[in-house]
């Protein structure tokens, strides 16, 4: 059983950069997709990034071009840094997994195994 534990939320002020991580444990997740959603209050989880076990990667239009995921097996650690934070990227994120050489997906339902969440907030 995989196991997700997010970190590097925070407070920051609109046009800062924060950098979250999302550590695995319990399983090897180097053959897994990864994703990141989030959750605003209030409003329904929305899908943010994801990355495929052979590195490819899909961006949520209301990030695209402000955020990177990359990740690093070695570490088992997927990484989301997001850049120019605006008032409406405040919510709690989520990292996700799923088993299988997949296709990257955009679906948050595609993935089976969440982490906690870690929260993010940005003033403006």
């Known amino acids: 059983q995989v196991h997700l534990v997010e970190s590097g939320g925070g407070l920051v002020q609109a046009g800062g950069s924060l950098r979250f991580s999302c550590a695995a444990s319990?399983?090897?997740?180097?053959?897994?997709?990864m994703g990141w959603s989030r959750q605003a209050p209030g409003k329904e989880r929305e899908f943010v990034a994801a990355?495929?076990?052979?590195?490819?990667?899909i961006y949520a239009d209301s990030v695209k071009g402000r955020c990177t995921i990359c990740r690093d097996n070695a570490k088992n650690t997927v990484y989301l840094q997001m850049n120019s934070l605006k008032p409406e990227d405040t919510a709690v994120y989520y990292c996700?997994?799923?088993?299988?050489?997949?296709?990257?997906?955009?679906?948050?339902?595609?993935?089976?195994?969440w982490g906690q969440g870690t929260q993010v907030t940005v003033s403006s």
């Open positions: 990355i495929n076990w052979n590195g490819n990667t």
């Open positions: 319990g399983r090897t997740v180097s053959n897994y997709a």
């Open positions: 996700a997994a799923r088993s299988g050489m997949f296709a990257v997906s955009d679906k948050s339902g595609f993935y089976d195994v």
